[in-house]
């Protein structure tokens, strides 16, 4: 009983989330009612609530398993059909009836088993058949011999073993290109190519790459005729390779590819041997690519003398010299190879030379190419002594030159019989003496110049002459004298294109762009303009797009906004640092207001004031301008009066505890007769000269010595105030150089002032210990005005000095004392009065 419930439950789960996948969407809708993405989703039919209009339909990755007659009629304008890896294993008649609209279908990598001879009926337009990986046995068995508007047919990574080309094949007239590459073909015969000889109108592309071919019955190609043939890896040994070569015998093809790829390689050894079967095969293009140890030699290449075009793609180069003039090469491409130095050609017939991303070319040669009107030199990291005339490459004739991504180039003519160049490419090279003089004077023909990324630095207004019908100047990443852009345009009349981004331009000077009327697109991006000035700009009658994204610019002035060019229908000012302030309100009005033609205008943020950083200027509002220039007042002196309250209870604290102390002390007795100021330096003599003759004379005094009387576990300061100002009746200050330099002193004494003034009776009692250096005491300007307008005493160490010194000091401190019995006579001497 338990059991089956569990069954029953485990099958209802299951039910349950078949049709969850069902019912609910799985496919992306990646354009509504037309694509639909339905890549691996589990699915194990076909759904059916995606639109019937659906023309594009990926079901990849699907365990489908099969597919039924008719598995598509609900998509009758199906025009792609994605089937790859879907597990199918059968597909029945008319699967695919009422997909007339269908050209491309891919079956990729499907185990299929069974392949019903009406399988494809009803693809009246199919053109792509992606038949890659699905267990075919043979070309025969493949049922689409009335598809007749098949143009491409991709059957690699098969089983595939005869070259036998069906007899169905002549109904293919369309038939372009057949893609027969990793099948398991070993042998060419005649009777395999017997549709061709019947139907010479066939124009193929045979591709038959990674197949291992070992013979090719001898005559298998003559008199045919192929677009393009392709054997790559397809030889085990040279011996193979050359026999099978030869064997090609009579063949007419357009263009012929041979060589291996980078990690199936087998022939070791490849030259003049392996290429002269190449003598009786009618080639129009060859190209040979990644084989080991080819020599470059001329001789390599005496059967391919009459090709008028040779490609020679990631091989390793020795000796590309010496070509003979006979040949007839007319296009020459040098492509990823590895090369013992740049070949000096001398071809009379060659009209393009490609030779780019090549390793170990360090610096160019000149050549000798009369008819040369195409020259890619890119990307080879190869320097120039001089640049560039009709002597250097021996032609009058070109119009494209690449010199892109190389070392240094040195400008040491100006393009004196290349007056026909029509495109010129330097970008990221390095130019050097390009400022000299006007380099590009004779190219009245140029329509294209790119001197991007060239470490440029423009510091001649001539630079341009002489390029009336430039149509595109690309320079970014360059520099100008000064940061300013200056008067170069002035005859590039016919501009239409103007990159001058990442240039750390500053400013631009007036008129620069005055005189291009057609210009359509100016990208100053990434550059260092502080404004925007819409005056530059004036004049570009044609203007369509400007880019001044990326820059500093904080505002505009308002009243030239409006004289942006009307043509302008994208301008680019995001990544700038706006300044959002009330004084460039118009400014930001004007983007409101021209938010149409402002690309991201949502993007572009203010920089300052503070507290509007990252806000867009979109949301800047005039009325905040009015509330907050009260607010900001408000606020501002609010700010200053707190600032100003705290900083003087900071500096006066200690002054104010004292006149919270004086209220609370009153003018109660004092426990002290004086409290002594000192610095710890004149301690010695505090401890053993007034200690000594004050405390222990008559009558005794008692003093308040910070080291001995100061209540322990008080702040300092505290204690100066209270054990010290509020319980002594006078104040002793001991002055002297280390009084002076102390700040902690100096501190004491100007309590001890306020305390003066508070309890307003004369209490400071000035020793001086020391003759103190003059300039020393002007620091302390107060102290030194007392000093020199009041009697101080001057300890003298002396016997008749300190006798008087003791009576002054006696005296001054029993003014005001209560008197004491004790008291004698001694005192009448002193005259010292503060
Ligand atoms: C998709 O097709 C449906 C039905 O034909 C239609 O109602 C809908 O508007 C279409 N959607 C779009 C984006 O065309
Ligand atoms: C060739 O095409 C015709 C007409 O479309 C068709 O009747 C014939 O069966 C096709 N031949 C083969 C071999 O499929
Ligand atoms: C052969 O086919 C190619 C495309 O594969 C095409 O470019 C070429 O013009 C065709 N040649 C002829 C003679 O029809
Ligand atoms: C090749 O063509 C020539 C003439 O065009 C003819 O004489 C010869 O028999 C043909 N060879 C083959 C193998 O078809
Ligand atoms: C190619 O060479 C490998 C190893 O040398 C060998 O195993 C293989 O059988 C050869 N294949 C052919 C077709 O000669
Ligand atoms: C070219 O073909 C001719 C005649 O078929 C033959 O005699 C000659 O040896 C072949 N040349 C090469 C290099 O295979
Ligand atoms: C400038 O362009 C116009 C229109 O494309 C063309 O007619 C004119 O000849 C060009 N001027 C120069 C100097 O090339
Ligand atoms: C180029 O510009 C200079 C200076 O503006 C001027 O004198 C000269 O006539 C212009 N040349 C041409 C061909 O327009
Ligand atoms: C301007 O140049 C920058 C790079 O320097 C580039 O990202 C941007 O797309 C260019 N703008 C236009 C409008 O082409
Ligand atoms: C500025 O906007 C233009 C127009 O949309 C765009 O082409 C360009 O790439 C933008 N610039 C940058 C630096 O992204
Ligand atoms: C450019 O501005 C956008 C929007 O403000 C921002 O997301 C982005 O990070 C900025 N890019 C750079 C390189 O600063
Ligand atoms: C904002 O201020 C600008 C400049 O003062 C003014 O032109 C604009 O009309 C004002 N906008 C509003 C909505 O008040």
């Not at 609900?74 to 890896?85: A, I, K, W």
């Not at 087998?266 to 080639?283: A, L, P, Y």
């Not at 320097?383 to 119009?399: A, E, P, Q, W």
């Not at 345009?489 to 005189?515: H, I, K, P």
Request: proline content about 3%; some cysteine; glycine content about 4%.
């Amino acid at each position: 009983m338990i059991p089956r419930l569990a069954g029953t439950l485990i099958l209802a789960t299951v039910f349950l989330s078949c049709q969850k996948t069902e019912s609910f969407h799985p496919c992306i809708e990646v354009h509504p009612n037309i694509t639909y993405q339905c890549m691996e989703q589990k699915l194990y039919r076909i759904p059916d609530n995606i639109p019937s209009s659906t023309k594009n339909l990926d079901l990849s990755f699907n365990p489908l398993k099969s597919l039924g007659s008719h598995s598509f009629s609900n998509f009758p304008e199906l025009q792609v059909l994605d089937l790859s890896r879907c597990e199918i294993e059968t597909i029945e008649d008319d699967a695919y009836q009422g997909l007339y609209q269908l050209w491309i279908l891919k079956l990729t990598g499907n185990p299929l088993q069974r392949l019903a001879p009406g399988s494809f009926s009803g693809l009246s337009s199919l053109q792509n058949l992606v038949a890659v990986q699905i267990n075919l046995a043979s070309l025969e068995s493949l049922p689409i011999g009335h598809l007749i508007t098949l143009k491409k047919l991709n059957v690699a990574h098969n089983l595939i073993h005869s070259f036998k080309l069906p007899e169905y094949f002549s109904n293919l007239t369309n038939l372009e290109h057949v893609d027969l590459s990793k099948n398991n073909i070993k042998t060419i015969f005649l009777k395999d190519l017997q549709v061709l000889h019947e139907n010479p109108q066939l124009n193929l592309s045979l591709d038959l790459s990674l197949n291992p071919i070992d013979y090719i019955q001898l005559g298998a190609f003559k008199n045919i005729t192929l677009h393009e043939l392709t054997l790559r890896s397809n030889f085990n040994n040279t011996n193979v390779m050359e026999t099978c070569i030869e064997n090609l015998e009579g063949l007419k093809v357009h263009r012929l590819i041979l060589g291996e790829f980078k990690n199936e390689r087998n022939v070791e050894r490849f030259d003049r041997s392996t290429m002269k079967g190449f003598c009786n095969v009618t080639i129009d293009e060859f190209r040979l690519t990644f084989m080991d140890e080819f020599s470059g030699d001329a001789t390599d290449f005496t059967c391919l003398e009459k090709v008028s075009a040779l490609s020679l793609v990631s091989l390793y180069i020795k000796n590309l010299k010496h070509i003979p003039k006979t040949f007839k090469w007319q296009s020459l491409s040098v492509i990823k190879c590895r090369v013992d130095s740049f070949p000096s050609l001398v071809l009379p017939f060659l009209k393009s030379l490609i030779f780019t991303i090549n390793k170990d070319a360090n610096s160019f040669f000149e050549m000798e190419l009369p008819s040369l009107e195409f020259l890619d030199l890119s990307r080879n990291g190869l320097s120039f002594m001089g640049c560039c005339s009709h002597s250097d490459l021996g032609t009058t004739r070109l119009k494209h030159l690449d010199l892109s991504y190389n070392g240094v180039i040195f400008m040491s003519s100006n393009f004196i019989g290349l007056e026909q160049l029509e495109y010129l490419d330097f970008q990221h090279s390095t130019l050097k003496k390009a400022t000299e003089f006007s380099v590009f004077l004779s190219l009245g023909k140029l329509l294209y110049l790119d001197i991007s990324h060239t470490g440029t630095r423009i510091d001649f207004d001539g630079i341009f002459h002489g390029l009336v019908s430039l149509n595109i100047l690309k320079m970014a990443g360059n520099s100008f004298k000064d940061n300013t852009l200056s008067n170069v345009f002035t005859n590039l009349t016919n501009l239409t294109y103007l990159d001058l981004s990442e240039c750390q331009l500053e400013q631009v000077s007036q008129g620069v762009f005055d005189t291009l009327p057609r210009l359509q697109l100016l990208n100053m991006s990434h550059n260092k303009l502080l404004l925007l000035d819409a005056l530059c700009y004036k004049h570009l009658y044609s203007l369509q797009v400007l880019d001044c994204s990326f820059n500093h610019i904080e505002t505009s002035k308002g009243e030239i906004l409006p004289h942006f060019p009307k043509s302008l229908d994208f301008l680019n000012l995001t990544n700038n640092s706006f300044s959002c302030m009330c004084e460039h309100q118009t400014f930001m009005q004007w983007v409101k207001d021209e938010k149409q033609r402002l690309v991201d205008v949502e993007q572009m943020k203010c920089a300052t004031p503070l507290g509007l950083t990252g806000m867009p200027v979109l949301s800047f509002r005039n009325s905040t301008c009015q509330m907050s220039k009260t607010i900001i007042s408000v606020s501002v002196i609010s700010v200053l009066v707190v600032f100003t309250v705290a900083f003087l209870v900071y500096k006066f604290y200690f002054h104010l505890m004292l006149i919270a102390g004086c209220k609370k002390y009153g003018r109660g007795e004092s426990t002290y007769d004086a409290f002594v100021i000192y610095s710890s330096q004149d301690e010695d003599w505090v401890r053993n000269e007034l200690v000594k003759n004050l405390e222990e004379g008559v009558p005794p005094f008692q003093l308040c010595l910070h080291y001995r009387d100061f209540v322990p576990g008080v702040a300092i300061a505290a204690n100066i105030i209270q054990e010290g100002f509020h319980k002594s009746r006078k104040v002793i200050v001991v002055v002297s150089q280390h009084f002076i330099q102390s700040r902690w002193c100096i501190f004491e004494y100007e309590i001890a002032q306020t305390w003066q003034f508070l309890s307003s009776h004369s209490g400071i009692i000035f020793i001086v210990l020391e003759k103190v250096k003059k300039s020393l005491l002007r620091q302390q300007v107060e102290l030194y005005r007392l000093l020199s307008r009041n009697t101080y005493l001057e300890w003298e160490d002396n016997m008749l000095g300190r006798h008087i010194f003791w009576r002054r000091l006696r005296k001054a401190l029993l003014d005001g004392k209560a008197w004491s019995p004790e008291a004698d006579g001694d005192q009448h001497e002193a005259t010292t009065s503060i």
